[in-house]
């Protein structure tokens, strides 16, 4: 029983020994830093770029326009080129390259509407008095836009805003066949029928 105890004794003294010589082993007035953790990796920047921040639910439906979007779309427009064609449908046979419209230009303001001067593209020359404008979809990151219409386009971003706009005349109501992409308000895009064409803002004498 003794012996037993003695071990133990033996053993508490052993370890409050090392215990003690570790911390004489330190420098006097030694602090303890914190480890700061490694800032991520540039790959893991990127796989953070390619995760929605924005998740909510597109909005599907009809609405006015608001403040913002007629301040941006208000105006006269060039288009500039062909940006590319829906998966669901592709009339590139028609138009491979886009160059029948490329540097036309479409007015577009609140009281009035033309297409006429897409003078390559007969099929959809308009000229509206008092046209009603309308948002028909609304999303929030590129997914769930391609989700919705099967388009997937190089200049929209991942979390980019996006914005479908539709036409039709005053009375009877009547859509006309052509409408309009708004990214962020910063870039405007030209649906006609699977065809996507970006457009460029030009005052009204016609300059950039």
Partial sequence: MLTRLGMILKISILAVCLAGCSQAAEPAGAQHVPVTPAPPSEHAKQ??????????????????????????????????????????????????????????????????????????????????????????????????????????????????????IDIAEASPGLGIPLGFLDVNHSKLILWIEAATFELIRVDESGNK
């Fill in 47 to 164: 796989e953070e770029n390619l995760i929605p921040l924005n998740t909510s639910e597109p909005f599907i439906g009809r609405m006015e326009l608001d403040q913002a979007t007629e301040e941006f779309i208000y105006g006269t427009w060039k288009v500039d080129k062909l940006l590319g064609f829906a998966n669901s449908y592709n009339d590139a046979s028609e138009y491979p390259t886009g160059q029948d419209i490329i540097g036309d230009e479409i007015v577009i303001h609140q009281d009035y509407f033309s297409s006429k001067g897409l003078e390559g593209y007969e099929a959809y020359q308009y000229e509206l008095t008092n046209p009603r404008y309308s948002i028909t979809q609304r999303d929030y990151n590129r997914d769930s836009f391609y989700r919705v219409n099967k388009l997937d386009l190089p200049i929209i971003e991942i979390n980019d805003e996006m914005t479908v």
